[in-house]
């Protein structure tokens, strides 16, 4: 069974949550605020992680980040080199140097983006 790591569980991470557990796909929740992510771990059913690094020695299939926007390079610099795809909620950066770091950053890999 396939499993996608969400980084990032607001209200958008928390919705794509509710989405791939309706589509039997396991998921793993990361987010810095512990009483955020329990509650929705529990509404859903499904495994916490404190760190994507940790979380993806376990191996995932995909991730997908929803964080909020200035936080987006600084989790794309931690998960690029995993090699695995990520979908990167919109906006994809709140400026122009962040964007052009993100792309810079996905395309020295294989990385589908």
Request: proline share 4%.
């Amino acid at each position: 069974m396939k499993k996608i790591a969400i980084v990032g569980c607001g209200s958008i991470g928390s919705k794509y949550t509710r989405l791939l557990r309706d589509l039997n796909i396991d998921t793993v929740l990361v987010d810095n605020d512990p009483a955020k992510v329990e509650k929705i771990a529990k509404e859903v059913d499904c495994e916490i992680c404190s760190d994507i690094i940790k979380k993806e020695k376990k191996a995932c299939d995909g991730i997908i980040i929803a964080t909020p926007p200035d936080q987006h390079l600084q989790v794309v610099e931690e998960v690029y080199r995993f090699g695995i795809p990520i979908l990167l909620e919109k906006p994809l950066a709140n400026n122009v140097d962040s964007a052009f770091q993100i792309k810079n950053l996905v395309n020295i890999t294989d990385t589908t983006f």
